[in-house]
């Protein structure tokens, strides 16, 4: 029951942030983009699935300009997580 439950978070998250023009992660914008790509890494979804790839890069972006110390700290965990040595200097 454990693992059917995680499948379907997986793909829920995967559908709700799969890459597409326009892309909007949701209200709570970079938090929201951060818990669902932690929740994929987590899950054991892989580095370079397309919807984590995805985030990663909406991620890096917004991070650089966003001033919620909330979404900010998910930021982090989130990098640090999918662990990309190119993010360390960002992390840092």
């Given at each position: 029951?454990?693992?059917?439950?995680?499948?379907?978070?997986?793909?829920f998250l995967k559908a709700t942030h799969a890459p597409?023009?326009?892309?909007?992660?949701?209200?709570?914008?970079?938090?929201?983009?951060?818990?669902?790509?932690?929740?994929?890494?987590?899950?054991?979804?892989?580095?370079?699935?397309?919807v984590l790839l995805h985030l990663a890069a909406y991620?890096?972006?917004?991070?650089?300009?966003?001033?919620?110390?909330?979404?900010?700290?998910?930021?982090?965990?989130?990098?640090?997580?999918?662990?990309?040595p190119r993010d360390v200097p960002l992390v840092q």
């Amino acid at each position: 029951k454990v693992n059917e439950a995680i499948r379907k978070g997986v793909e829920f998250l995967k559908a709700t942030h799969a890459p597409k023009p326009g892309y909007s992660p949701g209200t709570h914008g970079l938090g929201q983009a951060a818990l669902a790509g932690t929740a994929l890494v987590e899950a054991k979804v892989p580095a370079n699935d397309p919807v984590l790839l995805h985030l990663a890069a909406y991620i890096r972006t917004a991070a650089l300009t966003e001033t919620n110390t909330y979404n900010l700290a998910l930021a982090l965990i989130f990098l640090d997580r999918l662990g990309d040595p190119r993010d360390v200097p960002l992390v840092q």
